[in-house]
């Protein structure tokens, strides 16, 4: 299985220097991503799943910085490649599709010259083959009239035709792992599942892995492999897909899945989880989940759980301690 890892982050922190202090938004983070996997990346705003991704790509940009770890990209540390190394990467091996794809689209060039000018760029293709290239792949990503699409601006097009836009330009180059940050946030919930259905297909069909970063849970639970969930810049749990939603183990997890609203049960109370994510630029003890968690004991308050490991799961949480054993 090894052989078979094309992502493998490896103790990655991430830190922000403040005017208050350093804030540590990725701590200590290590998971790996499979050749054709999808990986769900799970959490409240805040809890560092884009900046996890952004340092995948090496886009923290100050006063962000990468402080120390690994990012093992084929084999390769992506941290020690050059500027110029890192703009071939992300273009031709890792794409990126952001939550909003009115800022991420430039309003005034049309669409198929933003797409054209990835071919161009990265593989080199003349203006003719660039907007063959460009109509195959609207049509790839199901946009009608690829044709008459090709020549509007964004402005012109839908939300979800945007989105679906954004898709085609991040697949122009083949990338082996695709990341997607919160690509439905702005959608309704019809075309968010056309949307995920469509990142489903395009796996399938070019091979690739995908990386999905989203804060709801029910949003993953069609589409992700394996599911990382992550508070306070720190993983909490890491588990296949099925296994998490039929039994979560760690108390968030648990409080994740219940605030979901269940389709066919009428008026329901959802429920929320108290309390709010601790402030990362002050000092804590114990687990940080400790304050808003309905089984923490003293010791939960005293000392933070390590992650610990049984079979392909993972949980940080004292509850498991004597049954699992320390794995970090």
Request: aromatic share 6%; with cysteine; glycine share 6%.
């Given at each position: ?18 005017d208050?202090g350093?804030l ?10 499979h050749r ?26 100050p ?18 490649k ?31 010259n ?5 071919l ?36 012109q ?16 180059c ?9 690509p439905?946030?702005a ?26 970063i989203?804060h ?7 589409v992700?492999?394996r ?48 309390g ?50 320390n794995?970090?």
């Open positions: 299985m090894e052989n078979n890892i094309l992502l493998d982050v490896q103790d990655l922190v991430t830190q922000f220097k403040l208050d350093i540590t938004a990725v701590d200590h983070v290590s998971f790996s991503i054709g996997e999808t990986l769900g990346v799970v959490g409240e705003s805040g809890c560092g799943k884009s900046v996890t991704a952004f340092s995948i790509l090496n886009l923290v940009s006063p962000g910085k990468i402080a120390s770890g690994k990012i093992m990209f084929e084999g390769e540390n992506l941290l020690e050059s500027k110029h190394d890192m703009k071939k990467i992300r273009g031709e091996r890792i794409s990126m599709i952001f939550q909003e794809p009115m800022t991420s689209l430039n309003p005034v060039f049309t669409i198929g933003q797409i054209d000018e990835t161009r760029v990265h593989k080199g293709l003349s203006r003719q083959d660039a907007r063959e290239k460009t109509i195959e792949l609207l049509k790839l990503v199901n946009i009608p009239l690829p044709e008459q699409r090709y020549r509007e601006y964004p402005h097009l839908s939300g979800g035709m945007r989105q679906r836009v954004m898709i085609a330009m991040a697949l122009a083949d990338p082996q792992l695709l990341i997607c940050d919160e439905t946030t959608l309704d919930v019809t075309v968010q599942a056309q949307i995920l259905q469509l990142i489903n297909r395009l796996k399938r069909q070019l091979g690739m892995a995908v990386m999905l989203t709801d849970l029910a949003v993953i639970s069609e992700a492999d599911i990382l969930v992550m508070y306070a810049g720190r993983i909490v749990e890491e588990s296949p897909e099925q296994a998490l939603f039929e039994k979560p183990l760690h108390p968030y997890t648990e409080a994740l899945l219940k605030s979901v609203p269940h389709v066919g049960k009428g008026t329901e109370k959802l429920y929320m989880i108290e709010m994510v601790p402030n990362l630029l002050q000092k804590h003890e114990g687990c940080l989940f400790a304050p808003r968690c309905q089984y923490a004991t003293d010791l939960c308050r005293q000392r933070e759980p390590a992650l610990l490991q049984a079979g392909d799961r993972k949980v940080r949480c004292h509850r498991y301690t004597q049954e699992w054993g794995s970090e």
